[in-house]
């Protein structure tokens, strides 16, 4: 008969945050499994009933970057697959996650043009900054979070025309109503303020993940695999957003593109 040692009292692990790609993956993936499975309790055995987990959140879902090697590296969007099919393989549920941050979000995009325009507001800059520009390695990080955060821009430039004529049109009856979709996005937005910027526009870099020899096919209902949509699976895969607005050799020549792009001419 096997004797097992007592368990060890632990105080109860409340989250899982999942910032990057551990150095050994083996016992990382273990630790967590067994946080998730106990509720967050590693020091007691797995429980049968164990859902819903405790809450997971991650951020960096780069499948894959590029370093000295001469193929690419695992990112921690690889580490995340694992870590997402090990859970499904003992439990037979779905991970699921409280929050996915980072590339390709839409509040991670949000939260860098909050900086922007603070850092404009620090220089007294009387005009406000309506065009972004995203510079990238990673159609499916880089460009797609992107072209992600333009849709949302031109979404909230209409939505924002349509209340002023809303307003106008009430003639001072009374201030025009809010959906429960636009309430629950206000309740972020406002922490960061609301979006400023009327465009987002991605350029992407030949210097990293992205190989120009490669495309990805038009017609994906065959060829979406993993070899062709490398996004986080939460992630719905577009073609139009893998689409660069622009494409260049690397970051010093897309900074001369935006230089262009403005009529800027740098002292």
């Not at 921690?76 to 870590?83: A, E, K, N």
């Not at 689409?243 to 792009?261: K, R």
């Amino acid at each position: 008969m096997l004797t097992y040692p007592s368990a060890v009292e632990l105080p109860k692990i409340e989250a899982v945050v999942l910032f990057g790609e551990p150095v050994r993956w083996e016992t990382n993936l273990q630790l967590i499994i067994d946080v998730l499975l106990t509720s967050g309790y590693p020091g007691n055995p797995y429980r049968r009933e164990n859902s819903p987990h405790i809450p997971v959140l991650a951020c960096n879902m780069d499948l894959m970057w590029v370093a000295e090697a001469q193929s690419p590296r695992f990112g921690h969007g690889t580490f995340m697959v694992c870590l997402e099919n090990i859970y499904k393989k003992i439990t037979g549920k779905d991970l699921k996650y409280e929050a996915l941050m980072g590339k390709p979000s839409k509040l991670t995009y949000q939260y860098a043009e909050y900086l922007i325009r603070a850092q404009a507001a620090e220089r007294q800059w009387k005009q406000p900054i309506r065009t972004l520009y995203a510079v990238g390695d990673n159609l499916m990080t880089d460009v797609y979070g992107a072209n992600l955060y333009n849709r949302y821009l031109e979404e909230n430039s209409r939505k924002g025309s349509k209340s002023r004529i809303q307003a106008k049109a009430a003639g001072g009856r009374g201030s025009a109503t809010l959906s429960q979709d636009d309430e629950i996005d206000n309740s972020w937005e406002n922490e960061l303020a609301s979006a400023a910027a009327a465009h987002c526009r991605s350029v992407l870099v030949c210097t990293g993940v992205y190989d120009p020899h490669t495309e990805v096919p038009l017609d994906t209902r065959e060829s979406v695999t993993e070899t062709v949509f490398h996004g986080h699976r939460d992630f719905r895969f577009e073609p139009g957003l893998v689409e660069p607005d622009h494409i260049v050799p690397d970051v010093d020549a897309a900074v001369d593109l935006v230089f262009q792009l403005e009529n800027f001419a740098p002292n």
